[in-house]
């Protein structure tokens, strides 16, 4: 420990010193350096009475003060950054997914690792899964710091799943034009739930919300709006409503409002101290950012159509493998995303009806017909393919477009090629020999010798053949070639 503090001390920069500190002091061990500086500053002083030249002893009275500055300051120093609280930041936009449930997950760990005063999760959401929505909760409610859910930056939203987390924060903000609500809950497949099942679903929903609310001390009775009726509000309102506790500007706003508030945690409660708090942002990792870049709905859909073609092309053209290997991948990965996200299967099934057109086009006579037919079916696809509920969900046009366009290009060439390759001669194996020619080596009367394709045959023949006349393999019956003469083509070389 005391190796540690003099490299920190001597051979590195404040900045480095503090994250250091950050790490690894404790309250003790900071008032053990400080004992240190203290030895030292005795010793220093033992020295000056000690002296007997006044010259010595003014060297070692400004040893005295310098060993005090350099020991006693950074000690000091290091024991107020000891007590300066640590904020975590996350900040999520996107749907509510597994994705989003680690992510949250990974945070409050950190934030708990690094003994974090408080973590801000900064949210943008429409809504999204009920099990990942729950799984985030239970994390926020079980951490053992406070937790900000923070609806930011202005233009955001905590819709349908997201109202549910930010009415279970500890402290719930917004920022000045977003909105909150639109909570009731719908069937995830494009299916309609009877009437039965509807009502259970929203009065487990309702119990849920309300729960939530009368624990953080929130309105139960517009939570219960949001999912009965889809009622929303403004950050202003929200606050009104008594809804949310802040309304900021931005983070700096939100940290000067934060400090000295007071957040029931358990038994106890917790003091706020957010005015002069060190921020650290908690990024993503790449593995969770590829996870969620798949859960958008246009890759979705791009996804969809790759691995339809793709398998689709392996089953016209056996042995290709890359198509199949794509198209697999591509399927899978695009059934992950449809997890959490609307999906109309209509929409699926007309998707995948135009790439069976698509492909009968090359092989039946229609005269454009099925090709119109596939193009028309996969775009009336691609508009219902999420459900009408969520416009948020829809595909671009920009990506349908393209991507009908991919389809068609990519089903009229390479089924085109593959189908042609088909219907192309035989170059391998016996048939492979059908159709070559050589020269008669020996008489054919009606046995005897030809030189085919570099190599010495057995062969007969119908007709009597002259050594060195060209012949022709019209058959191959085991390792005997059948040959007729070719006609006016003397001096023929072989092949």
């Not at 030292?40 to 002083?45: D, I, M, Q, V």
């Not at 000690?75 to 996107?94: D, H, K, N, R």
């Not at 990942?132 to 233009?155: C, E, F, L, N």
């Not at 007709?463 to 019209?474: C, F, H, S």
């Amino acid at each position: 420990m005391l190796q540690r503090f003099r490299a920190g001390i001597h051979g590195e920069n404040s900045l480095t010193r503090i994250r250091w500190g950050r790490k690894i002091l404790k309250r003790e061990d900071v008032s053990y350096l400080t004992g240190y500086a203290f030895q030292h500053l005795l010793h220093c002083r033992s020295l000056y009475v000690v002296a007997t030249n006044q010259a010595y002893r003014l060297t070692c009275l400004l040893g005295t003060v310098a060993c005090a500055l350099s020991l006693l300051l950074p000690s000091l120093s290091l024991f107020a950054y000891a007590e300066q609280p640590l904020i975590v930041v996350a900040t999520y936009e996107g749907v509510i997914n597994p994705v989003a449930a680690e992510y949250l997950h990974e945070a409050i760990t950190y934030a708990e690792a690094e003994h974090a005063h408080l973590l801000i999760f900064q949210l943008d959401t429409p809504g999204g899964l009920d099990t990942s929505m729950r799984t985030m909760i239970k994390d926020m409610t079980s951490a053992h710091m406070p937790v900000v859910v923070y609806v930011a930056p202005t233009g955001a939203r905590a819709a349908s799943a997201g109202v549910f987390i930010t009415l279970a924060a500890h402290v719930a903000a917004m920022a000045p034009g977003t909105n909150i609500g639109a909570a009731h809950p719908v069937a995830m497949g494009g299916g309609e739930m009877d009437t039965v099942m509807k009502e259970k679903v929203e009065n487990d929903a309702v119990a849920y919300i309300r729960s939530i609310a009368e624990r953080r001390g929130r309105n139960p009775d517009w939570a219960e709006k949001a999912v009965r009726k889809s009622i929303s509000a403004t950050a202003r309102d929200a606050k009104k409503l008594g809804i949310i506790d802040v309304v900021a500007e931005d983070l700096t706003d939100l940290f000067t409002q934060l400090n000295g508030w007071k957040v029931p945690m358990g038994m106890q409660t917790i003091t706020l101290k957010t005015a002069h708090a060190t921020i650290t942002e908690f990024p993503m990792n790449w593995r969770l950012e590829a996870l969620k870049a798949i859960s958008d709905p246009n890759i979705a859909y791009v996804l969809m159509t790759i691995g339809m073609i793709g398998l689709i092309a392996e089953l016209y053209n056996p042995g290709a493998i890359l198509p199949g290997i794509v198209g697999a991948i591509s399927l899978i990965l695009a059934f992950y995303s449809f997890q959490s996200l609307p999906v109309n299967y209509a929409g699926v099934l007309l998707i995948l009806l135009g790439i069976v057109m698509l492909i009968l086009e090359v092989t039946v006579t229609s005269y454009g017909l099925l090709a119109i037919g596939g193009v028309i079916s996969m775009v009336l696809g691609s508009l219902m393919l999420m459900n009408e509920e969520f416009p948020y969900y829809q595909i671009s046009w920009s990506v349908i477009l393209p991507v009908v366009a991919s389809a068609v290009a990519f089903t009229f060439v390479v089924l085109r090629l593959g189908i042609k390759a088909l219907r192309g001669r035989t170059v391998t194996g016996s048939e492979g020999m059908i159709g070559l020619r050589g020269v008669a080596k020996t008489p054919l009367t009606p046995q005897g010798k030809v030189f085919v394709h570099g190599e010495l045959w057995d062969a007969t023949s119908t007709e009597p053949v002259q050594v060195g006349a060209p012949v022709e393999v019209i058959r191959v019956d085991g390792l005997m070639l059948q040959v007729k003469p070719v006609a006016n083509q003397q001096g023929e070389t072989v092949p």
